[in-house]
């Protein structure tokens, strides 16, 4: 009987220091509980298979958080932007200041807490705002510097050649926007006004510049429905286009290659689009190659060729499809 009391006694024994060897350590409270952010420092906490993994996903997380500060900015501003008329604007913002809360980036970032379970990485990690703020602000000064030379150069060319430096900042001014409420988000105490006027006089001066570009279309006989598609697609643009006094004009050469093919009629079309200024200085060329093909005659192939082409001069735009 003491045996048999001996044997229970040791097996409990095992068991219960089974139980506490096979228990599982906790994750400490601050990964659950981070610190706030404050006016000098933004906090993250992240997890991962390694310690890289872990620290992306803990900027990810300080990156989210300023997202949501963006965010609200944003919306307080929202209906100053729609006021203007600029809904397209509006949207492409929106859009890019999601984007642009992605792309946050952080050269220096300390490590506060660390902590590894079962070859799993926690850590939370902090960034100084002004050192982040001092990254960004550098990032958009440089670009503005670039668009400021690129524009203050063009004044001595071509309205064309104005139109296209001003058509290039307008191309990027969301992402400029985005990048100027990044900063605030970053720190809002700062005046960000000069960047804004800056956006603002640039935005204004390309609407007057493409309101009042001219542009002339020639084309051969066989190139016409090319030409139409073009017109349509530049005046959809709001570009004028004229016989006459013309700021530009876009040329295009026509021939194309013809073959039946397994029951088919076949077209390849070969279209070069070149743009000069008023001096007849070229701009920019460009070769395009579209094929149609049809059953019934070739007529509707060459129909299929243009429609192909106005296709892709809607989606990309001629400008930014001509490289500029």
């Given at each position: 009987?003491?045996?048999?009391?001996?044997?229970?006694?040791?097996?409990?024994?095992?068991?219960?220091?089974?139980?506490?060897?096979?228990?599982?350590?906790?994750?400490?409270?601050?990964?659950?509980?981070?610190?706030?952010?404050?006016?000098t420092?933004?906090?993250?906490?992240?997890?991962?298979?390694?310690?890289?993994?872990?620290?992306?996903?803990a900027?990810?997380?300080?990156?989210?958080?300023?997202?949501?500060?963006?965010?609200?900015?944003?919306?307080?501003?929202?209906?100053?932007?729609?006021?203007?008329?600029?809904?397209?604007?509006?949207?492409?913002?929106?859009?890019?200041?999601?984007?642009?809360?992605?792309?946050?980036?952080?050269?220096?970032?300390?490590?506060?807490?660390?902590?590894?379970?079962?070859?799993?990485?926690?850590?939370?990690?902090?960034?100084?705002?002004?050192?982040?703020?001092?990254?960004?602000?550098?990032?958009?000064?440089?670009?503005?510097?670039?668009?400021?030379?690129?524009?203050?150069?063009?004044?001595?060319?071509?309205?064309?050649?104005?139109?296209?430096?001003?058509?290039?900042?307008?191309d990027?001014?969301?992402?400029?926007?985005?990048?100027?409420?990044?900063?605030?988000a970053?720190?809002?105490?700062?005046?960000?006004?000069?960047?804004?006027?800056?956006?603002?006089?640039?935005?204004?001066?390309?609407?007057?510049?493409?309101?009042?570009?001219?542009?002339?279309?020639?084309?051969?006989?066989?190139?016409?429905?090319?030409?139409?598609?073009?017109?349509?697609?530049?005046?959809?643009?709001?570009?004028?286009?004229?016989?006459?006094g013309?700021?530009?004009?876009?040329?295009?050469?026509?021939?194309?290659?013809?073959?039946?093919?397994?029951?088919?009629?076949?077209?390849?079309?070969?279209?070069?689009?070149?743009?000069?200024?008023?001096?007849?200085?070229?701009?920019?060329?460009?070769?395009?190659?579209?094929?149609?093909?049809?059953?019934?005659?070739?007529?509707?192939?060459?129909?299929?060729?243009?429609?192909?082409f106005?296709?892709?001069?809607?989606?990309?735009g001629?400008?930014?499809?001509?490289?500029?």
């Amino acid at each position: 009987m003491k045996m048999k009391q001996t044997f229970l006694t040791l097996l409990l024994t095992l068991l219960i220091s089974g139980c506490i060897g096979t228990t599982k350590p906790k994750i400490e409270s601050w990964y659950y509980t981070p610190p706030r952010d404050t006016a000098t420092t933004l906090y993250g906490v992240g997890d991962g298979a390694s310690f890289k993994s872990a620290k992306v996903d803990a900027l990810a997380s300080i990156s989210s958080n300023l997202s949501v500060t963006l965010q609200s900015n944003y919306e307080k501003s929202d209906q100053a932007v729609r006021s203007d008329g600029s809904e397209r604007t509006l949207q492409e913002i929106r859009h890019t200041i999601k984007t642009q809360a992605k792309k946050i980036s952080f050269s220096k970032v300390d490590i506060i807490k660390e902590q590894v379970i079962e070859k799993r990485v926690y850590l939370l990690v902090s960034v100084n705002r002004a050192r982040l703020y001092a990254e960004h602000q550098r990032k958009l000064d440089a670009q503005m510097q670039k668009i400021e030379r690129d524009i203050t150069a063009s004044q001595s060319l071509s309205s064309l050649e104005r139109f296209i430096a001003l058509k290039q900042f307008h191309d990027t001014s969301s992402t400029l926007i985005a990048t100027v409420a990044v900063l605030r988000a970053i720190n809002s105490r700062r005046d960000l006004s000069n960047y804004e006027n800056t956006i603002a006089k640039y935005e204004k001066a390309y609407l007057k510049s493409k309101s009042s570009l001219k542009l002339h279309v020639k084309s051969s006989r066989e190139s016409q429905m090319f030409k139409l598609a073009l017109q349509k697609s530049l005046m959809n643009m709001g570009v004028k286009l004229v016989q006459d006094g013309a700021d530009g004009v876009v040329e295009l050469k026509f021939n194309s290659k013809k073959e039946r093919l397994m029951g088919y009629n076949i077209e390849k079309c070969f279209l070069h689009v070149k743009l000069s200024n008023s001096q007849k200085s070229i701009i920019a060329s460009k070769d395009y190659v579209v094929v149609g093909k049809s059953k019934i005659d070739f007529s509707q192939s060459h129909h299929n060729c243009v429609t192909k082409f106005s296709t892709r001069i809607d989606n990309e735009g001629l400008f930014e499809s001509l490289g500029i």
